[in-house]
Structure formats: structure tokens, C-alpha cells
């Protein structure tokens, strides 16, 4: 099981950016998958980013595309997702999640069945 803990939300005006990070720990937290996804009130979770384990590979919605950059650094098992050019829509609760099947045969997912843990959330509100 690995455990997962955000920071970094907040309140930013449209144009504005925020970082996220999310500090993993347990047995196997260095070498596991991991995703951001989102939640806005009334909505599903849906996804916004993934890195693969090996931080070699990466996975974005086209919602956030060119706007949000995610990175790993395995020394501190921690994953940073970079929010660029926030809008009104990014508004959301911002989770964290680290993915059941992980290694080199195992891309990193955007679906949300894919992931076996999850942070506790924290909430991004972009104004406009």
C-alpha cells in the first residue's frame, strides 16, 4: 500500500499557475506509476496526468495539454504536477494516485480503475 499526501492547492486568477506535489511513501512508492486526477463539483473524477515510474514516459488529458507539466523525483518520491495558464475550468479537487500495476510493461494509464491508491485531495480554485 502506498500512501500518498498533496500540497500546493490553492486560489490563483485565470493566467496564473500553481504547482501541486505529492510526497508517496510505503514499500514499493519509488517504483510504482502515478497520476494526477480531478474532481469539480457536480462532475466525475477525470483524469489530467500520468508518469511512468522511470519519470521516462508521460500521459496528458488534451484538456491541459501544453498547459500542465508533471514530474517525478525519486529521490524524494515525490510527483509535481506544474499548472500553467490556469483558467476557470481547472477548478477542481486535485487527487494524487499511484498505479496497481506498474514497471516497464505498464504505461502510464489515464483511467481511473487503473489506480489503487489515492491522497486525500486538495483544492485548486482558478478565478476569473
Known amino acids: 500500500q502506498v500512501q500518498l499526501v498533496e500540497s500546493g492547492g490553492g486560489l490563483v486568477q485565470a493566467g496564473g499557475s500553481l504547482r501541486l506535489s505529492c510526497v508517496a511513501s510505503?514499500?514499493?512508492?519509488?517504483?510504482?506509476?502515478m497520476g494526477w486526477f480531478r474532481q469539480a463539483p457536480g462532475k466525475e473524477r477525470e483524469f489530467v496526468a500520468a508518469i511512468a515510474w522511470s519519470g521516462g514516459r508521460t500521459n496528458y488529458a488534451d484538456s491541459v495539454k501544453g498547459r500542465f507539466t508533471i514530474s517525478r523525483d525519486g529521490a524524494v518520491n515525490t510527483v509535481s504536477l506544474q499548472m500553467n495558464s490556469l483558467k476557470p475550468e481547472d477548478t477542481a479537487v486535485y487527487y494524487c494516485?499511484?498505479?496497481?500495476?506498474?514497471?516497464?510493461?505498464?504505461?502510464?494509464?489515464?483511467?481511473?480503475?487503473?489506480?489503487?491508491?489515492w491522497g486525500q485531495g486538495i483544492q485548486v480554485t482558478v478565478s476569473s
Open positions: 510505503g514499500r514499493t512508492s519509488s517504483s510504482v506509476n
Open positions: 494516485a499511484a498505479q496497481r500495476l506498474s514497471g516497464p510493461g505498464w504505461p502510464p494509464s489515464s483511467a481511473a480503475a487503473s489506480y489503487a491508491s
